[in-house]
T-cell receptor, first 116, second 116 residues
């Protein structure tokens, strides 16, 4: 059973360009979370999605950032008009659908975004 | 809002010795989960151990154990017989129990170095 896949692993963008980060959850997982890790910091929650629904986007910046998890295909985190402050590692985690208690979150290897 | 505090930015230990990493948290919730994650230089987030708040017994996973003090809102990680492969960033994390998967709130991390 393959783990959580993220691509690309490294992404370099110039200021003003768009960045698209992809996350394929583990097989059978229907919950996806995105976290951002700035240098020397812990991970910060951005958004929680289920298939075709955004459940919690309280950690997402109001502008330039969007996320989706379509019925088919990977979850996408899109950052428009990137700025240097967007340089960070972006982690995706997935968990299964459970009736009781939290599903353990399994993390992908992360995408390191560098804005030049 | 929940907060997680790790007061030790860096620690070091000799191989085969025991080390304890501190974590405190603040919440008004009664039901929740606590986690320790390890992030080695590869940056992959690896779950080390988890604790359900309603359980009084401290969780143990091989050489890793926790000291969970609910009243004091303290959740320390003890690593016994430290190995060189334990060198990593360690993050304490909190999750509300809401009957389903929820976002993780992370501390800023402790950088642990195991010396030969």
């Amino acid at each position: 059973n393959a783990g959580v896949m993220q691509n690309p692993r490294h992404l370099v963008r110039r200021r003003g360009q768009e960045a698209r980060l992809r996350c394929s959850p583990m097989k059978g997982h229907s919950h996806v979370y995105w976290y951002r890790q700035l240098p020397e910091e812990g991970l910060k929650f951005m958004v929680y999605l289920q298939k075709e629904n955004i459940i919690d986007e309280s950690g997402m910046p109001k502008e330039r950032f969007s996320a989706e998890f379509p019925k088919e295909g990977p979850s996408i985190l899109r950052i428009q008009q990137v700025v240097r402050g967007d340089s960070a590692a972006y982690f995706c985690a997935s968990s299964p659908l459970l009736g009781q208690g939290p599903g353990e979150q399994y993390f992908g290897p992360g995408t390191r975004l560098t804005v030049t | 809002a929940q907060t997680v505090t790790q007061s030790q930015p860096e620690m070091s230990v000799q191989e085969a010795e025991t080390v304890t990493l501190s974590c405190t948290y603040d919440t008004s919730e009664n039901n929740y989960y606590l986690f320790w994650y390890k992030q080695p230089p590869s940056r992959q987030m690896i779950l080390v151990i988890r604790q359900e708040a309603y359980k009084q017994q401290n969780a143990t996973e091989n050489r890793f154990s926790v000291n969970f003090q609910k009243a004091a809102k303290s959740f320390s990680l003890k690593i016994s017989d430290s190995q060189l492969g334990d060198t990593a960033m360690y993050f304490c994390a909190f999750m509300k129990h809401k009957g389903g998967s929820e976002k993780l709130v992370f501390g800023k991390g402790t950088k642990l170095t195991v010396n030969p």
